[in-house]
């Protein structure tokens, strides 16, 4: 109920054109509130156009292993020119930027199932995926620099619960739409694309513009000081990619789970973050980004090993599970980040991860796409090689680490 009360007072609200109170907490118009809201948007619409997509391209579009990977390659692409968006920053606030990447989104999602055509879901995701990707960019670098690093890692899971607010209500939706009341994928796309725009321009209109704490560097820059984190990023990309487009892809393709069951699975997932996401990043702050990170690959290893093998549909469907469970621990990645960062660069530093989380991003998925035709085990395997990469950056983690301290072995 506190939700919807809140949610109310943003739609009765007119907003004040500026504001510095970035640590007031007794107001609802506050920048955590606001990210808070854009992470529920994101979660509602994106999560649309995810738990529709694999049974979309292949009952619509007569999509194979290799369109999938074509189309999810596209999708990456945003994401590797993401470092672009420190050049958009000369032009627009960030916060502003990010409130008009999650509308380009929205629109991107709801014109998603009028187009069921291999071009046609090509350009609507490269659409969607523009604002998705400059939106997640931006959002990482307002909650780093608007949150205390000692509050950073509980707020994250926090914000991990609501998107599992916005995931669930987008399943149950979609499970309604679809399996009572037959709605066509065209519908169910344009439905909840228009919710999001709403909401957008909601943000836009009524939340005040807040001022930065520290002034952000406005030009390109890598440092060899932030390799370990470039690194681990780079890894992640890789590692999420055969998650995100092969493991949904091998329950439709293998096990032919229909989209109430993927709906279905989808929200154990976001169960789970709703209720355990914010201990999770109570743990980190206790445990460190070390020990998270450790144990996080130590248990990606072990999923990506028994996806390679598994014969049995309910098997499979645990794992996927398991292995959406894993993705809160990435929280501890972000606030490692923000330790050793300098302040003024943060969002320079969220556009240049955000490309290099997609360098191997843009290719692996139409690689694998091709190999997947051949041996979907293969592409398991490669997975579970990539999280041994990932578990050996770990270890070199620090356990307090800070600028001059961003590895084990002091500074770069």
């Not at 004040?16 to 506050?30: C, G, K, R």
């Not at 156009?49 to 694999?54: F, G, K, R, T």
């Not at 931006?138 to 620099?145: A, C, F, R, V």
């Amino acid at each position: 109920m506190s939700f919807i009360n809140n949610f109310y007072r943003l739609l009765t609200h007119r907003s004040t054109e500026y504001s510095d109170e970035l640590n007031t907490t007794h107001s609802f118009y506050h920048p955590a509130n606001f990210l808070l809201i854009m992470s529920f948007c994101m979660a509602l619409v994106f999560s649309t156009w995810q738990v529709l997509l694999n049974n979309f391209v292949i009952e619509q579009a007569a999509f194979t292993g290799k369109e999938i990977g074509i189309l999810q390659s596209l999708r990456e692409i945003p994401g590797f020119l993401a470092f672009t968006a420190i050049y958009v920053l000369l032009f627009i606030k960030e916060q502003r930027f990010a409130t008009l990447a999650l509308l380009l989104t929205c629109v991107g999602v709801g014109l998603t199932g009028f187009y069921p055509s291999v071009m046609g879901l090509y350009v609507t995701t490269v659409i969607m995926s523009i604002g998705f990707h400059y939106y997640e960019t931006i959002n990482q670098s307002l909650t780093l620099q608007w949150l205390a690093k000692d509050k950073t890692p509980e707020f994250m899971g926090k914000a991990l619960a609501f998107k599992a607010v916005g995931a669930l209500c987008a399943y149950g939706v979609i499970w309604a739409l679809m399996a009572y009341f037959k709605w066509s994928y065209a519908h169910a796309y344009a439905l909840i694309g228009s919710v999001g725009v709403i909401i957008a321009i909601l943000l836009w209109s009524s939340f005040p513009q807040f001022k930065a704490i520290s002034v952000q560097t406005k030009k390109l820059i890598i440092k060899k000081q932030y390799a370990l984190y470039y690194a681990l990023v780079f890894f992640s990309g890789a590692r999420r990619q055969i998650f995100v487009v092969f493991a949904g892809f091998l329950m439709v393709e293998k096990f032919g789970y229909s989209v109430g069951q993927i709906s279905a699975l989808f929200m154990v997932n976001y169960v789970f973050n709703l209720f355990f996401a914010p201990k999770i990043g109570r743990w980190i702050s206790k445990v460190g980004e070390r020990n998270a990170l450790m144990f996080e690959y130590i248990g990606l290893i072990g999923v990506f090993l028994a996806y390679s093998f598994v014969e049995n549909q309910y098997i499979a469907g645990a794992l996927y599970v398991v292995d959406h469970m894993f993705f809160a621990l990435a929280i501890a990645m972000k606030t490692y980040f923000q330790k050793i960062a300098q302040p003024e660069d943060i969002a320079v530093t969220a556009s240049v991860s955000f490309t290099i989380n997609h360098i191997a991003a843009v290719f692996i998925p139409a690689l694998l796409g091709l190999l997947w035709l051949h041996s979907s085990s293969s592409v398991f395997l490669i997975g579970a090689g990539f999280a041994c990469c990932s578990l050996l950056l770990a270890s070199l983690i620090p356990y307090q680490p800070k600028p001059g301290a961003e590895t084990r072995f002091g500074g770069l």
